[in-house]
């Protein structure tokens, strides 16, 4: 009897350690479906955003691929401002003496070293000159800026050219010509480039589109940038405009865009300057190691950056240099009176303005 009774305790202790595994069984299993059913709605959750997602890159492609024939002003801002920011300055001084050498190397900081340097080059005995002032180059604008002066606002419509920041500069620009005689008297921008050439004229202000001719020459030259005076260093600044008709259509556009965007890339920038002497017309070129290496390339693009807007989107600005600067400073450079001179130029100015 007793045994019969161990065995049903057995039995009944058996049956309890079996509903409790049951019952730990049935936690887990509903634990491990409830998990399930997380993961299936997050999974379900980022297939949808994925799918949005998907749809926004397919709806942005297809329109980069309508984009690409078809005109987009952003685009076109893009490679002006590429130009822009390769702009390079038209003037820079160049040297050839062989006594100049130390003074190119070291770069002339301020007007006042200039003038000395030009001084110390003069010997007029043997025809050489220290600094070529022709009469008919175009402006002379970067001898008035330095000292705080101007010729005309950036929009053409106020005359800033009879000032004394202007007198005071031009009349130091005469003595330096006529009185120290660092300038042979009557000189033409042409007889500068000849003299330059023979060694007969240690400096002279000239731009990039001499130097394939000077270096075709043998001539020894560098280039060091405009020196400063009281209010800084400029150098009238050149560029390029390019300019797609309104009426073009899509493939004119994009076949546009397509030549700008080689034109414009480091590899063709590089070989148009190392081609032709013109400064580079990208910060990063300049920063490549053969341009470095070169060092009048790299120097005459340095001399770019002191680049000032003169009259570039003026309809007068030819009418500037011809029927207002050129007669000033031919009347300057031949002694005449430098105030009365000014008068009489701003004068003209004045009629150029209201004629536009």
């Known amino acids: 009897m007793q045994d019969a009774a161990d065995a049903l305790s057995q039995n009944q202790t058996e049956v309890e ?140 419509k106020e005359n800033l050219l009879n000032s004394q920041e202007n007198i005071d500069t031009l009349t130091w620009l005469q003595d330096l010509a ?16 000849t003299m330059f050439q023979a060694g007969q004229l240690a400096m002279y202000t000239s731009g990039p589109w001499n130097i394939n001719g000077l270096n075709q020459l043998g001539v020894n030259y560098g280039i060091t940038a405009i020196p400063a005076g009281s209010a800084g260093a400029f150098s009238p600044e050149g560029g390029c405009s390019y300019m797609l008709t309104k009426g073009a259509d899509d493939a004119t556009r994009a076949a546009v865009y397509k030549f700008m965007a080689y034109w414009l890339s480091d590899a063709t920038l590089k070989e148009w300057s190392n081609r032709n002497g013109f400064p580079v017309w990208s910060y990063s070129v300049l920063e490549d190691e053969d341009i470095k290496a070169n060092e009048i ?22 009418q500037i240099d011809t029927d207002v600067m050129q007669p000033m400073m031919e009347k300057i450079l031949a002694g005449d009176d430098v105030a009365e001179s000014v008068k009489a130029a701003s004068d003209v100015l004045d009629s150029v303005i209201a004629g536009q």
């Open 17 to 156: 350690s079996a509903n409790s595994a049951l019952q730990l069984a049935n936690q887990t299993f509903q634990k491990a479906v409830e998990e399930y059913n997380t993961k299936v709605t997050e999974a379900n959750e980022k297939i949808a955003e994925l799918t949005d997602e998907l749809e926004e890159l397919s709806d942005a492609c297809d329109e980069a691929e309508r984009n690409e024939t078809t005109a987009q002003p952003a685009l076109l801002q893009q490679y002006e401002e590429a130009v822009l920011e390769g702009k390079y300055a038209d003037t820079e001084y160049e040297a050839s003496l062989e006594n100049l050498r130390s003074a190119v190397d070291e770069a002339q900081d301020t007007l006042d070293e200039l003038k000395e340097d030009a001084i110390a080059c003069t010997d007029a005995s043997k025809n050489q000159y220290g600094i070529g002032i022709p009469y008919d180059y175009a402006s002379y604008c970067e001898y008035l800026w330095a000292n705080g002066g101007d010729v005309i606002s950036t929009d053409g």
């Open 178 to 193: 006529i009185n120290e005689g660092v300038s042979p008297e009557g000189l033409t921008a042409a007889d500068a480039d």
């Open 297 to 318: 390339l790299s120097n005459v693009s340095k001399a770019s950056e002191i680049g000032r807007d003169w009259h570039l989107n003026l309809t007068i600005g030819s």
